[in-house]
């Protein structure tokens, strides 16, 4: 079974910075495009930012200029990057990784923004 780790989240205060790291299996790292997502209570799980297996990036409106996705292929890792972070920000961030009709998800990680 194809298994995505995600590691880093925490409590930063506002305007702190965060970096996520997301470990996936060889055999879909080189394949799958991997993003990572967020869910607020409440709310339904909304799109963060994406990287293709070729390295083309696309963030949602709202982190743009601010959070960074990077992946790096020795190592299998796929990053994110969070600075000047909002209280808005605060969820639980999921890395997921796709190509077609295939989806996989890790267990999320909590980020929570709050003085």
């Known amino acids: 079974q194809v298994q995505l780790v995600e590691s880093g989240g925490g409590l930063v205060q506002p305007g702190g910075s965060l970096r996520l790291s997301c470990a996936a299996p060889?055999?879909?790292?080189?394949?799958?495009?991997i993003g990572w997502y967020r869910q607020a209570p409440g709310k339904q799980r909304e799109l963060v930012a994406t990287?293709?297996?070729?390295?083309?990036?696309k963030y949602a409106d709202s982190v743009t200029g601010r959070f960074t996705i990077s992946r790096d292929n020795a190592k299998k890792m796929v990053y994110l990057q969070m600075n000047s972070l909002k209280p808005e920000d605060t969820a639980v961030y999921y890395c997921?990784?796709?190509?077609?009709?295939?989806?996989?998800w890790g267990q999320g990680t909590q980020v929570t923004v709050s003085s």
């Open positions: 990287i293709t297996s070729r390295g083309r990036t």
């Open positions: 060889v055999s879909i790292f080189s394949i799958y495009d």
């Open positions: 997921s990784a796709k190509r077609g009709l295939a989806s996989y």
